[in-house]
Nanobody, 124 residues
Framework: QVQVVESGGGLVQAGGSLRLSCAASGSIFTINAMGWYRQAPGKQRELVAFITGGGSTNYTDSVKGRFTISRDGAKNTVYLQMNSLKPDDTAVYYC??????????????????WGQGTQVTVSS
């Protein structure tokens, strides 16, 4: 089994910063892409940023230049540094990881796991 746990959300004033963390643990052979999504009240969940196993990154337009995604492979952890936060960034942020499990090659399986979500609230 694989567990995904997020931390780092909270309340911040507009223009402030927060850093989200997401750690995966359990029966992991390797982790491919890791990403952050968010869902605001009454809106669909949207992709904020992702980072591939090779370190390539991609961001949604609204956060480019303000958010930075990074990962620590040794810790199976992904981070989202959020600067210059705006009230529109208010949402529940979810981590998603693509994990390969299985010790032997014939048992390998690729699956996606979600974290429980962490609330980010930006006041004006």
């Amino acid at each position: 089994q694989v567990q995904v746990v997020e931390s780092g959300g909270g309340l911040v004033q507009a223009g402030g910063s927060l850093r989200l963390s997401c750690a995966a643990s359990g029966s992991i052979f390797t982790i491919n892409a890791m990403g952050w999504y968010r869902q605001a009240p009454g809106k669909q969940r949207e992709l904020v940023a992702f980072i591939t196993g090779g370190g390539s990154t991609n961001y949604t337009d609204s956060v480019k230049g303000r958010f930075t995604i990074s990962r620590d492979g040794a810790k199976n952890t992904v981070y989202l540094q959020m600067n210059s936060l705006k009230p529109d960034d208010t949402a529940v942020y979810y981590c998603n990881v693509e994990v390969v499990t299985g010790v032997f090659s014939w048992t390998r399986k690729r699956s996606n796991y979600w974290g429980q979500g962490t609330q980010v609230t930006v006041s004006s």
